[in-house]
Nanobody, 122 residues
């Protein structure tokens, strides 16, 4: 089971970035998937999650209205569209998956991928 995240980089405040995560070794069809992040010197925190069908999504208050999570089950891929980014969004972003198809980010996920660094700076 592997989750490969990509799309991180340097972006200016107010800009946009889209992260992607591809699963290999298993199908994401019946897994809830999501994103966590860890800023320098801080603990990992939940960012967003989407249930197996894509119908229900959950977001941290800090990103609501700015970030959008989506999934493409046919391609075993999850996306995080980040708009109106702020310097406090700077962090390593981790793609995650959970065995429970209705997981909404309120408990530690089953699987963690490697992270991709997002830096918001002018």
């Amino acid at each position: 089971v592997q989750l490969q995240a990509s799309g991180g980089g340097l972006v200016q405040p107010g800009g946009s970035l889209r992260l992607s995560c591809v699963a290999s070794g298993f199908s994401l069809d019946y897994y809830a998937i999501g994103w966590f992040r860890q800023a320098p010197g801080k603990e990992r925190e939940f960012v967003a999650a989407v249930i197996w069908s894509g119908v229900r999504k959950s977001y941290a208050d800090s990103v609501k209205g700015r970030f959008t999570i989506s999934r493409d089950n046919a391609k075993d891929t999850v996306f995080l569209q980040m708009n109106s980014v702020k310097p406090e969004d700077t962090a390593v972003y981790y793609c995650v998956a959970d065995d429970h198809p209705y997981w909404s980010g309120t408990s530690p996920p089953t699987y963690w991928g490697q992270g991709t660094l997002v830096t918001v700076s002018s």
